[in-house]
């Protein structure tokens, strides 16, 4: 299954984030999880732990997903992402 991925640009950042530190936001769809997400931005579903530390404010747990819920996706260094 595809992962349809919504991404927010600069405009609609929260005023906590500093900037430079997060670039591209998600929000969440029915049925994701921090694994599949990070295998849509980063290839690679073992990086779901740097999602939950991006967005430790509104994410305490993995399983803690809402659908409709914004998450800061971080750039992660080598991956261009």
């Known amino acids: 299954m595809e992962i349809i991925r919504q991404i927010l640009w600069k405009g609609s950042r929260p005023a906590s984030i500093e900037p430079g530190t997060h670039t591209r936001y998600h929000i969440v769809k029915r049925g994701e999880t921090l694994a599949t997400i990070a295998a849509a931005y980063f ?3 073992l ?3 740097s999602l939950l530390d ?3 404010d509104v994410l305490a747990a993995p ?3 809402v659908p409709g819920q914004t998450l800061r996706i971080p750039r992660c260094a080598g991956l261009g992402a």
């Open 43 to 45: 290839g690679n579903p």
């Open 47 to 49: 990086l779901s732990q």
């Open 54 to 56: 991006a967005n430790r």
């Open 63 to 65: 399983e803690a997903l």
